[in-house]
């Protein structure tokens, strides 16, 4: 039974270029979690102050909210694969410059707000495409849902690993360290890309027309989509309102718990914990039924563990909470995502994750800024309570939209020819396939 279960928790993995990706992707993105981490201690350290530290926390992320929808219409006409190549290369040199100017001493703060601008950029082009390309990996489509999760468990686990790491190294030997092995990291991934064999993509037959209007087209599908718009509003108020509290951790380690880079590195590797412990638990599943009611479960105990955290005096009583925020937050987005990648039409997909990136990642400046303002005027306790406040908010709002989802969905996977009817939740079996490039 144990190599059973094993085997439905990796099913993915029989897939050579996810096997690949999933390897590339280990390494580089503990390289990722690592220059995040010594990037906001840098800049506390620089300046001691939280605005400052939304500030840096805006610039890389805005990017995503202006440029993303335009990733997506690229993704859908492009090849994902060659596009993927370019970004990675892309973000390489921004980490490997950014380690030469802290290594040389002649770092400064605007050039971190620079520095963080740029990367946001090539990440407002990366993640639209990265998701879309999680679908040509798997040579068996009903293993898309456990790819994702999969996907999901190697961001948590380098989350879990990197920030430990980072604050080690910024104690021991300082943060350029932690930049020059985010760039050799990116070496993994390009060295697994280039050793991918993908088969062509069938394109649409239809012509071409110019970006604006294949950006409405998608607009129009995503938003006149009752479960579609549903999911991606909860999602962009999550984002505005609850995931910015990390960029409140540097504060908390230091004036609150009065630890120093290493307390940052652990707190933020508490949620690392809790976020993978959600994805494993996310891959493990046999079935996507039941992740409606999931998601509203996992918002409440994401606005529990913010909460907890924002009124802790304790370190232990900090983890524990992290550890509960990071399995809701996570568990959230990853069942999110899940939905999304199964109902929507494969001529569509690109620009449907540009639209989640923007509501996952590109309202996060946003937060940011508001995080880094709020807490300069009001604290950082009363700003996190507030946003968990409006977590639990927007988490109700979803649970009571969750009949009329119901109403929407259940036909159309009839008409599209699924044998089981949705049951509970919005959704129906993994094990159907229910390939979105089908429908018509």
Not at 120 to 135: E, K, L, M, T, Y
Not at 236 to 263: C, D, M, Q, R
Not at 404 to 418: A, H, L, N
């Amino acid at each position: 039974m144990a190599i059973s279960g094993i085997k439905t928790l990796l099913r993915a993995l029989r897939s050579r270029n996810f096997r690949l990706f999933m390897a590339g992707q280990s390494v580089s993105l503990i390289g990722t979690w690592m220059q995040s981490v010594a990037m906001s201690w840098l800049v506390y350290r620089l300046t001691g102050s939280a605005f400052l530290l939304g500030v840096v926390g805006f610039t890389s992320q805005i990017p995503t909210f202006l440029l993303s929808p335009v990733a997506g219409v690229l993704a859908d006409r492009w090849n994902r694969h060659h596009l993927l190549i370019a970004t990675q290369a892309l973000a390489m040199l921004q980490a490997a410059v950014l380690a030469a100017a802290v290594l040389t001493g002649v770092i400064q703060v605007w050039h971190i707000i620079v520095l963080s601008l740029l990367l946001g950029v090539v990440n407002a082009f990366d993640i639209p495409v990265r998701q879309s390309f999680i679908v040509e990996l798997v040579s068996e489509r009903e293993d898309l849902s456990n790819a994702i999760a999969l996907n999901s468990s190697i961001v948590q686990a380098a989350r879990l690993i990197g920030p430990a790491i980072a604050g080690l190294l910024v104690v021991s030997v300082g943060e350029g360290i932690c930049f020059v092995l985010n760039s050799v990291s990116y070496l993994a991934v390009l060295l697994a890309l280039v050793a991918m064999k993908l088969s062509p993509r069938s394109h649409s037959e239809k012509p071409r027309r110019n970006v604006l209007h294949e950006l409405r087209e998608g607009f129009n599908y995503a938003y006149g989509f009752g479960p579609i718009r549903s999911i991606l509003l909860m999602v962009a108020l999550v984002s505005l309102t609850g995931i910015p509290y990390s960029v409140l951790i540097p504060v908390f380690a230091k004036e609150i718990l009065h630890g120093g880079a290493h307390t940052f590195g652990f707190l933020m590797t508490a949620g690392g914990c809790g976020a993978l412990a959600a994805t494993i638990y996310l891959a493990s599943r046999k079935s996507v039924l039941g992740l409606g009611k999931l998601i509203v479960l996992a918002g409440f105990l994401f606005a529990i563990g913010i909460a907890s955290f924002a009124v802790s005096t304790n370190i232990n009583v900090s983890f524990a909470s992290l550890v509960v925020a990071g399995f809701g937050g996570i568990t959230m987005i990853a069942s999110s995502n899940t939905i999304l990648q199964t109902i929507l039409d494969e001529h569509m997909r690109g620009r449907v994750m540009s639209f989640f990136a923007v509501a996952f990642l590109g309202m996060a400046p946003f937060g940011s800024f508001g995080v880094g303002t709020m807490s300069g005027i009001i604290g950082p306790r009363e700003t996190l309570l507030v946003g968990a406040v409006c977590c639990l908010g927007s988490t109700l709002l979803f649970a009571r939209q969750l009949p009329k989802i119901r109403e929407v969905v259940r036909p159309i996977y009839v008409r599209m020819g699924i044998i089981k009817e949705v049951a509970e939740g919005m959704e129906t079996a993994a094990e159907q396939p229910m390939m979105a490039d089908n429908r018509k």
